[in-house]
């Protein structure tokens, strides 16, 4: 029997006491599915709370980067979380001394994940992060181990919870977004920073991470088009209805010949697609290779519960002796890729509010057409305080002629609100 695999947590929030309440209850499941024990040496916090589960047992450590340097800790559990401070601290100084380290930090990995891949691999050690993207779902592993011999064309998918719950209940119980978003705080959904979540980073540093992956290439964070969901009107939510449609805040990602595209914004969905069907604070995640075509990965995306499964899923693979690149290759080989605005044509959908006056709608379609883009259908509402509610459904388009288009409108002098406009992806 090999001797036992030593874990150091850092961070005792709901993930954190969810791994160590794993470990407890599962021990003697764990070592046989390992061949080893999987034993808890150290554990550190802000603070010696109640976190209703014993930890007596285990050294304290104040100080993060003290933990992540013990001599009794193999590997590094990091899950305190933010891009920068403490956890990007120790989680060196563990690769330095040393340790294997996973962790459920996103924010980190899509801001120094090169760094820190390369840093690994210098000192020969291994950095997990299955928790990081998608709570229970095992994408990370889908795709540097079971479609490891495909070419990725495409990645999408709606990652984070709080944002559909939102939208979810604005459809089902007909309510604003600021209602839906009161509603999701006070249910403890939403981050201390709830711009991380309806903004659509959280999301966007998770899709950062899986284009790294799927297309061999260096994180790059700052190349997301990135929108929340803010600007989602109940209006927009019952046109899409009526339309076929559900509003998703949807993260896709894929290379083109100008570079990587990658963008987390509102867009619709056919409401009979899988993601079109996915409710409340689910997560679901579309891979497309050349090889299997399709696959369609939907579960939890946070919890104590999921979250702290990925978490041991890591250290399992590390107890059992599975070495893998961070990304899925060698951090050396990934390449460095310009962003690119846009990627293939789509339709697109456009609500605006234009000034009630003869001609007005003539103006927006030569506008339009001037900049290449289509009309397919187009709907005008009940007029409101002299004020005509339209919304237009373009033909296939590139982003690029459509923002020229949207550049445009605000000239024609017939506009009494700025336009949304949301991509339409058939899925």
Avoid at 304 to 331: H, W
Avoid at 380 to 402: E, F, G, N
């Amino acid at each position: 029997m090999s001797d036992p695999l030593r874990l150091g947590i850092a961070g005792l929030g709901t993930v954190g006491v969810g791994v160590v309440r794993i470990i407890r209850q599962k021990a003697a499941q764990l070592e046989a599915r390992t061949g080893r024990k999987i034993v808890i040496s150290a554990v550190s916090a802000r603070s010696k709370k109640d976190r209703g589960i014993p930890l007596d047992s285990y050294a304290w450590e104040d100080d993060p980067v003290k933990l992540a340097t013990r001599d009794d800790v193999d590997v590094f559990v990091e899950l305190m979380g933010g891009a920068d401070g403490p956890a990007k601290a120790a989680t060196e100084a563990a690769l330095k001394a040393g340790k294997d380290v996973v962790t459920a930090n996103k924010a980190m990995l899509a801001e120094h994940g090169q760094q820190l891949a390369l840093l690994a691999e210098s000192e020969d050690r291994v950095l997990r992060f299955e928790a990081a993207v998608a709570g229970g779902i095992p994408v990370i592993k889908a795709l540097t181990e079971g479609l490891a011999g495909n070419d990725i064309t495409r990645v999408m998918g709606v990652m984070n919870g709080s944002c559909n719950y939102i939208l979810t209940r604005m459809e089902n119980a007909n309510l604003t977004y600021e209602e839906a978003f009161a509603e999701a705080d006070g249910l403890g959904y939403l981050e201390a920073d709830p711009e991380l979540d309806v903004g659509g980073i959280d999301a966007a540093h998770k899709l950062a991470l899986l284009a790294a992956i799927s297309f061999g290439t260096q994180v790059k964070f700052d190349g997301v088009q990135l929108e929340g969901i803010g600007r989602v009107t109940i209006e927009d939510i019952h046109q899409a209805a009526d339309m076929g449609y559900k509003i998703k805040l949807l993260g896709t990602a894929q290379m083109t010949g100008r570079g990587l595209v990658q963008s987390m914004t509102p867009c619709l969905v056919p409401a009979t697609s899988p993601l079109g069907q996915l409710e409340g604070g689910t997560n679901m995640v579309v891979l497309e290779g050349d090889h299997v075509g399709q696959i369609v990965l939907r579960g939890a995306g946070a919890g104590e519960g999921p979250t702290a499964s990925a978490v041991l899923s890591d250290i399992i693979d590390i107890a059992r002796g599975l070495r893998l690149p961070t990304f899925g290759q060698p951090a050396s080989t990934l390449k460095t890729t310009p962003s690119a605005n846009s990627g293939s044509p789509a339709p697109f959908y456009l609500r605006m509010t234009l000034h009630d006056k003869p001609g007005a709608l003539a103006k927006v379609a030569t506008c339009l057409g001037d900049a290449g883009v289509s009309i397919h259908r187009m709907r005008q509402y009940d007029h409101l305080d002299d004020k005509a509610p339209v919304l237009i459904v373009t033909h296939m388009t590139s982003r690029d002629a459509l923002d020229e288009a949207l550049t445009k409108l605000p000239t024609t002098g017939v506009l009494a609100s700025d336009p949304v406009a949301l991509r339409i992806e058939e899925v």
